[in-house]
């Protein structure tokens, strides 16, 4: 890179560019570090994540359990969701939207590179924030779904709880900055960013869905966020937005957080739908099955997602007008899910299978899915919903959506991309290891739960009595939780063993029909070589194979699998090969330094205000700099 | 040989798994709510479900099986020729976006007939209760009543006569629930909700809080008594007698007890000095089958232990632990203990309160 002796120092500097050391992650802005960065942060929230699981599980094996404590259980339950759903989840789906939109596109990075870094920082100091209140008095113990006036109770019978929901109330507020700053950069990376060529009726359905779950994020943190705030209104000025006894509302609450509450299942769920998408096709060796249809009714649920939230609050006393609104859209969501199913076995019929393990998991995330929409469907009628819910029938539910959907088909692509991102293949046969262990461990710990909820078992209780039929699932479920877990050490085992004895994988290890499959793996900091035309969805592959007139498939004769037959005019790409003269951003110290600040901001809020001052100046500062530091090193 | 090998395998795997299906189904569970329902909204509920259910395991099966058939047929085998490319077809989207639609076309109608079939309405002849949730039991009012009968926990109805509920909370949301004669109903504060069933056969019945409320969540439970009118009748003329006379010096003295320590700040016993309203009402204490939120059975050991242990064995209550030897947290640090002899006498007490 350019060495240029520098007279005079400016008054902020940038740091070289370097692919080595600590301070190169720390200083990143490259997409696919950050990628890989959100990925491993993820990870480290999953496992511990799962560690509370197995917690939970552990204190329910036996009636009248006495692993944890009331105070503790409730601490642990609380932090399971918080932590599955926004620790872990979405960061990791945001690990692939951050490694795969601009290679997917065609693009040499995001449109807002330190942005994307910031978004990163902020989302592991607000995971940290939210995990520190475990040593400093107590986690948030009032549920993922917060609801008033309960989280704004500071003694709670005769135990005070003085701070454990403010972090939570804090906490998410950054992490919906983090997710909201990101959401708006891929949105414009998307429409703004793609390769010539690639019009949006040509983009992968990945990027599809990767648009739907960022424009559902611009729309719906904003209102949980707002919510949070009279939560904190609530809990620090004494405001009593959510106090009944003093004007405010309860119910108000549950509107706005579920509002966000209910596209954010989509947010969670559309991201496997995309990978899915593209690893069905590819291990069929068929094009996606109506790929329009596919695509529009991933829209479609994007859309239905925020019509259908108050199917949460059934049994809130809405009355059954409303109750039954809500019932007849929570029904028709239930149409474009199904479409995608049967698109997506349509395009394994007839196909030329092959059970690698990105397919093993797709597959199984289709028939985990149909089984979690067949419940959904059952908690539409609202009646029996009176019955279910807040029973572990919900529980049940949700988990085949979120674990037997989004987290299968993550693992998918964890699969799929993994030769892409080091150069070399997990292990097949270990990674069957880990789809048959964490299927089967799947189904035994939530397969049990559909029994415990129509037997009556409510959700968040830390203890049951004796006699109330419960005792054998409960047995059966934390055997199967203990199954999971032994999957997710196969897993671990794979990655490491793949550093050094992974098949080398090569460009296009799977035979795959998307651009991202052109450049080398590991791609080049500059992704492409040169930018490549789009004249087709699945644009590799048509370059790769032709059909013939009766649609059978013929490859290309020479020099058409290696990608190269066709590139970007001279005045896209570099001099040649290599990268050499490409323009990327360089590192920045910013976007980590801003990032200190909100979390300090928070802490301030609870402990005083000075804090919040320190804060708010290295934020400013860090911003400050961002403004005003050089464009390039 | 690979295929025989797998059949040695699924045979005991069904066997197993119908062994389990067997245990499950044979297991008592009291808060079941698909079998031996005794509600009229309970049983509406399921008549509802169980046609769905049908449905959707239909469709399960429909649907997985197409899955692993296409797995089986169309995996890649030794000599496969590449596949058709086969990019979609419209009329086959359109069938099965048409279809599923249709079919929740048809269950919506019974849904939302049954939604207004449910809803509860105030109407003559049905027995009136206030239900008032408190972290962590339930207090009945049963309005219409002279004096009006306060009971907690255990909520005692007439077999065969509707039953009209308002509903209310002092601090968070709770959630009322009866799982095998009606369906859940929140407790909101600020919020009057109702709740309307009829009890069609006399017996106990299990039921919980199943809105997430902190600490003893999991111990905020409740039972409902159905019984005869006669019973039910006779029943009401003992709850509003005035609260019984101790007549053994043992319960005399255990009075006295009550009556001088910071028991009467919250508790209340009909015609006496205890008016306090922030516990259980236990003017007829030992009319009751279970107390503490339905925890325990009402046995002179088990008030004894409670009295003793309290937030040990009921996390989060305000009751402070008189035990001696035990301690409190503030604001009951510097409270003095009661005398194992004397809170033996409060329970005789207690349990002559019938």
Not at chain 2, 38 to 48: D, F, H, Q, V
């Amino acid at each position: 890179m350019a060495t240029a002796t520098v007279t005079r120092q400016p008054l902020f500097s940038r740091p070289r560019s370097s692919h080595k050391g600590v301070w190169s992650w720390i200083t990143t802005v490259d997409h696919k570090r950050i990628g890989v960065l959100y990925g491993f942060t993820a990870f480290a929230f999953f496992l511990i994540g799962g560690f509370e699981a197995l917690l939970i599980r552990a204190q329910l094996a036996r009636p009248n359990g006495h692993v944890l404590n009331a105070n503790q259980y409730d601490q642990v339950f609380t932090m399971h969701g918080l932590t599955m759903i926004f620790l872990v989840v979405m960061p990791l789906s945001a690990a692939f939207f951050n490694y795969l939109i601009p290679l997917m596109i065609g693009a040499r990075d995001v449109a807002f590179p330190r942005l994307n870094a910031f978004s990163y920082w902020v989302f592991l100091f607000g995971g940290l924030f939210l995990y520190s209140s475990f040593l400093l008095g107590g986690a948030p113990n009032g549920g993922w779904f917060g609801y008033a006036p309960l989280s704004v109770q500071k003694v709670t019978g005769s135990v005070p709880f003085a701070h454990n929901m403010d972090y939570y109330a804090i906490g998410l507020i950054i992490l919906g900055i983090a997710s909201t700053v990101s959401a708006v950069n891929l949105v414009v990376t998307i429409i703004n960013m793609r390769a010539p060529g690639m019009s949006f009726f040509r983009m992968p359905v990945f990027i599809w869905m990767a648009l739907v779950v960022q424009l559902l994020l611009v729309f719906a943190l904003p209102i949980v966020t707002i919510a949070l705030f009279l939560l904190l209104f609530d809990r620090i000025l004494g405001t009593s937005f959510y106090i009944a006894s003093n004007g405010g509302d309860p119910v108000l609450w549950q509107h706005l957080f579920w509002l966000f509450g209910h596209p954010e299942v989509y947010i969670l769920v559309l991201p496997a739908m995309g990978i899915v998408s593209e690893i069905l096709p590819t291990f069929s060796r068929k094009p996606l099955f109506g790929y329009p249809v596919v695509v529009l009714s991933g829209i479609a649920i994007g859309f239905m997602g925020f019509g259908v939230w108050a199917h949460h609050m059934f049994a809130t006393g809405l009355g059954p007008v409303a109750n039954s609104a809500f019932a007849v859209s929570t029904m028709f969501i239930a149409v474009p899910t199904g479409v995608k199913i049967f698109n997506w076995l349509a395009t394994m019929w007839g196909g030329r299978l092959r059970f690698d393990p990105p397919m093993l998991f797709a597959i199984g995330f289709v028939t985990m899915f149909v089984i979690g929409g067949l419940s959904g469907v059952t908690h539409a009628l609202v009646p029996h919903d009176y019955q279910q819910t807040d029973t572990y029938y919900v529980v049940a539910h949700f988990h085949y959506v979120l674990f037997g959907g989004a987290i299968f088909g993550l693992f998918g692509g964890i699969y799929y991309w993994w030769p892409k991102i080091y150069g070399r293949k997990l292990s097949g046969k270990l990674g069957k290891w880990h789809f048959w262990l964490m299927l089967i461990g799947f189904n035994v710990t939530f397969g049990p739960f559909h029994i415990l909820g129509l037997q009556g078992m409510p959700r968040r209780i830390y203890t049951y009595a004796p006699g109330m039929g419960w005792d054998f699932w409960n047995m059966v479920s934390t055997v199967g939780s203990f199954m999971i877990a032994g999957s997710i050490l196969v897993f671990i085992y794979n990655a490491w063993h793949s550093r050094k004895y992974g098949e080398i994988a090569g460009n296009d290890p799977w035979d795959a029909r998307t651009i991202e499959w052109m450049t080398s793996s590991p791609p080049p900091e500059h992704n492409f070589d040169q930018i490549p035309v789009v004249h087709a969805l699945d644009d590799f592959w048509h370059k790769k194979y032709v059909e013939d007139k009766g649609g059978k498939l013929v490859p290309v004769p020479a020099g058409g699998e290696n990608g190269h037959s066709e590139q970007a005019p001279e005045h896209e790409a570099g001099e040649h090969g290599g990268g050499h003269g490409i323009h990327l951003p360089s590192p920045s110290y910013m976007p980590i330094l801003a990032a200190v600040g909100l979390p300090l901001i928070g802490y301030g809020l609870i402990y005083g205000f000075y804090i919040s001052i320190v804060g708010g100046l290295i934020l400013l500062g860090g911003l400050y700099g961002w403004a005003f530091e050089p464009g390039t090193e | 040989m690979e295929r025989r090998k797998l059949g040695r395998l699924v045979r005991p795997a069904i066997i197993l798994s119908l062994v389990f299906l067997g245990t499950a189904c044979a297991a008592h569970a009291p808060q079941d709510y698909l079998k031996n329902l005794a509600g009229s909204e309970a049983r509406k509920a399921n008549n509802l479900f169980v046609p769905v259910f049908w449905i959707a395991a239909f469709v399960f099966f429909f649907v997985e099986g197409l899955i692993v058939f296409a797995a089986v047929k169309f995996r890649d085998r030794a000599g496969r020729e590449e596949p058709k490319q086969i990019h979609g077809n419209s009329a086959l989207e359109l069938t099965w976006t048409a279809i599923p639609a249709l079919i929740l076309a048809v269950v919506a109608v019974p849904t939302v007939l049954t939604i207004f079939s449910v809803a509860a309405k105030p109407g003559p002849n049905q027995v009136k209760i206030h239900v008032v949730g408190h972290q962590w039991w339930w207090e009945y009012q049963y309005l219409g009543t002279t004096p009006e009968v306060i009971t907690a926990n255990e909520l005692v109805l007439p077999v065969n006569k509707p039953a009209y509920f308002t509903l209310d909370s002092v601090d968070v949301i709770h959630s009322f629930w009866v799982p095998k004669l009606a369906g859940k109903q929140d407790v909101v504060p600020g919020r009057t909700n109702t709740l309307e069933f009829t009890p069609f056969e006399t017996g106990e019945y299990y039921g919980q809080c199943t809105e997430y409320c902190s600490l003893s969540h999991a111990n905020m439970r409740l039972r409902v008594i159905v019984k005869t009118q006669a019973d039910y009748d006779a029943w009401l003329r003992e709850q509003q007698a005035p609260a019984a006379q101790p007549t053994t010096t043992e319960a005399q003295q255990g009075q006295q007890m009550f009556m001088s320590n910071i028991c009467i700040t919250c508790h209340t016993i009909a015609g006496t000095q205890a008016q306090g309203q922030l516990g259980p009402n236990l003017t007829h204490f030992a009319s009751r089958g279970t107390f503490a939120g339905s925890m325990f059975d009402n046995m002179p050991g088990n008030v004894d232990r409670w009295i003793h242990e309290t937030s040990l064995l009921k996390p989060g209550v305000i009751m402070p632990r008189f035990g001696c030897g035990q301690t409190n947290e503030p604001p009951y640090a510097s409270m003095k203990c009661i005398s194992d002899s004397d809170i033996l006498a409060v329970v005789a007490y207690l349990e002559s309160l019938k």
